[in-house]
Structures are given as structure tokens and as C-alpha cells.
């Protein structure tokens, strides 16, 4: 009989001003995102997950609703070894549904400096064949 081993945690690894300008949210709003961040580095997907369009699979962002508004966290699993955090917000304009255009640009920015820390920590991943 073979034994099921839980998957190992991941480290868990902030880019920028992602972790401070979290712990700047509602409590029970830094609460959820944790909560969700620490069932993604166990390789589950919480259900406040949703892909974050435009920069291709691997990126997601964790939604939560509070009286305050929106806040949103983006994160990568595109590595194998480590999850990153690239980015967190609260999505201001209520009317519309796309987030701000310099958070999108942040994102994809935040996206190439944890590849580079990624390489750094961990050496080049080895592409799938």
C-alpha cells in the first residue's frame, strides 16, 4: 500500500511592497488573503482565486469583499519551488470591471523580478519537454 505524503510547503516569497501594503488592508481582510496564500503554498487553489488575465498561466489573484471594497492579491505558481507574491490592492473604481493600468503594469513588472529572484535563489528551471 503505498502512503499519500502531503505536498511540502512552498516558500512564500514578496515582491516589492506586496507584503506592506497588504498588512495595510482590513484585518479580516489580510486574514482571508493569508489564509489563501498559505492553501497555495500547499499546491491547492483557494476558492478566491481567479486568473489574472493577460500575462498567461500561472498568475492568479485572490478576491476579497469587505464594506471598504474590493482587495485583491496577484500571485505567481509559475515556479516550481516557491510561490511569489507580486502585488497588493484594492481595486478602486467600482464601475469597472478591468483593474487599473498601472496595476496591470506593475504585475507584469513584479512578474520579471521574481523570475530573476527565482533564478537567484533556486538556479534556472528546467523547461517541461
Do not use: C
Not at 2 to 8: F, K
Request: hydrophobic share 35%.
Amino acid at each position: 500500500m503505498r502512503s499519500h505524503r502531503p505536498p511540502q510547503e512552498k516558500p512564500l516569497h514578496w515582491v516589492g511592497s506586496a507584503k506592506k501594503d497588504l498588512l495595510g488592508f482590513p484585518a479580516e481582510v489580510v486574514d482571508n488573503i493569508g489564509y489563501a496564500l498559505g492553501v497555495v503554498q500547499f499546491g491547492a487553489s483557494p476558492p478566491s482565486a481567479k486568473r489574472w488575465k493577460g500575462l498567461g498561466p500561472g498568475v492568479l489573484e485572490i478576491v476579497e469583499d469587505d464594506r471598504s471594497g474590493t482587495y485583491r492579491a496577484a500571485y505567481t505558481v509559475r515556479f516550481e519551488k516557491a510561490v511569489y507574491v507580486l502585488h497588493a490592492f484594492q481595486k478602486k473604481s467600482p464601475s469597472g470591471v478591468r483593474s487599473a493600468r498601472t496595476d496591470v503594469k506593475l504585475i507584469a513588472e513584479r512578474l520579471k523580478v521574481a523570475a530573476k529572484d527565482y533564478e537567484e535563489r533556486y538556479g534556472k528551471e528546467k523547461k517541461p519537454h
